[in-house]
């Protein structure tokens, strides 16, 4: 997984709620727009103070609500992907509208590690689980 990668997958699912995100999907779409927020910011606030001389940042607040409104939809897809791949429902994603502790929450939820998927061992060293033949759970890989 690279950065590409995972810009790649952050657009592709632009709007895909269901599905699971790995942790390396999540922090590094992660990493990209908080990257894209603060240079945009920068170019922004430049541009208003050097070019227009004024220091009002009229240019900057309208160029970083730009990207974060159009960020805001695939980035909370993510998150509801990144939580259902830890093993958590989509509804918590509800929990950040509780100011500063569900966004921590939400945090702690993110960097949890993926949750085994129905009938699939965690790991191929796990033991396969009571009632399914092995040669059942190799089927289904």
């Known amino acids: 997984m690279n950065m590409l990668q995972a810009i790649r997958r952050y657009y592709a699912g632009y709007a895909q709620f269901s599905g699971r995100a790995s942790r390396a999907d999540f922090w590094l779409a992660a990493l990209?727009?908080?990257?894209?927020?603060?240079?945009?910011?920068?170019?922004?606030?430049?541009l208003d103070v050097f070019i227009l001389g004024s220091p009002d940042l009229s240019l900057r607040d309208a160029a970083v609500l730009l990207?974060?409104?159009?960020?805001a939809l695939p980035s909370l897809a993510l998150l509801a992907r990144r939580l259902h791949d830890a093993g958590f429902s989509r509804a918590w994603l509800f929990l950040g509208l509780v100011p500063f502790v569900g966004p921590l929450t939400l945090l702690v939820f993110a960097l949890q590690?993926?949750?085994?998927?129905?009938g699939h061992p965690a790991d191929a060293s796990d033991?396969?689980?009571?009632?399914?033949?092995?040669?059942?759970t190799a089927a289904r890989r």
């Open 32 to 46: 990209y727009v908080w990257l894209l927020q603060t240079a945009v910011h920068f170019v922004s606030t430049a």
């Open 67 to 71: 990207v974060g409104v159009t960020h």
């Open 127 to 136: 033991p396969v689980p009571a009632g399914v033949t092995a040669s059942a």
């Open 113 to 118: 590690p993926s949750a085994p998927r129905l």
